[in-house]
Each structure stands twice: as C-alpha cells, then as structure tokens.
C-alpha cells in the first residue's frame, strides 16, 4: 500500500517563496504521475501541478512562470513556490496516481501567504 506525505508548508510574505515536499513510501518511478492539488475554504480542490512518469509537467494557469514541479528522487517531488500571493493561501495536497484506478492522497499541508 502506498502512501505519501506532505511537508514544508508554513507563512510566508506576499512575494515570498516556500518550497513543499511529497515523500512516497516507495519508488515512485512506476506510478503514472504525481501531481499537487489545493483546496481554500468554499472551494473545490484544484490542480496546481502535475508530473508524469515520463517527466512532462502541466502546470494550473494561475501558478505557471511561478511555481515548478519537480522529482528529486526516486521517491520524493517536490514543488517550488516563487512569487507568492495572497491568492496562493490553501491547503496543499499531494496525489499519486499510482495506476489508472489507484490514487493515494497526502493529509495535506497549510501554505498561508499574507500580504
């Protein structure tokens, strides 16, 4: 069973960086992709940033030129966040898609960026 786990989140300035991690229980060379996602109160949640196992990346058009989705490891992505906004502050949330019917979220971690 997979599982995987956030960290890095905290408070930040506008225009600040944070970066958040997303450890995997195992390689995750053979999931389909990884990808984060953010919920803010009274919204739904949000894809930010995906990568493949191929290593494509797509990226939410609100954070694109700001934020980038990388694998460091063979068990770890990570996501840098430059250029922080208020607009920004969520929940952060990593998902493995480990194949095309099995997907393992994290608990999540709080990103707040004040102004």
């Known amino acids: 069973q997979v599982q995987v786990v956030e960290s890095g989140g905290g408070l930040v300035q506008a225009g600040g960086s944070l970066g958040l991690s997303c450890a995997a229980s195992?390689?995750?060379?053979?999931?389909?992709?990884m990808g984060w996602y953010r919920q803010s109160p009274g919204n739904q949640r949000e894809l930010v940033a995906l990568?493949?196992?191929?290593?494509?990346t797509n990226y939410a058009d609100s954070v694109k030129g700001r934020f980038t989705i990388s694998r460091d490891n063979a068990k770890m992505v990570t996501l840098q966040m430059n250029e922080l906004k208020v607009e920004d502050t969520a929940v952060y949330y990593c998902?493995?898609?480990?194949?095309?019917?099995?997907?393992?979220w994290g608990q999540g971690t709080q990103v707040t960026v004040s102004s």
């Open positions: 998902k493995a898609l480990v194949t095309a019917i099995y997907e393992v």
């Open positions: 195992r390689n995750i060379d053979t999931f389909r992709a």
């Open positions: 990568i493949t196992s191929s290593g494509n």
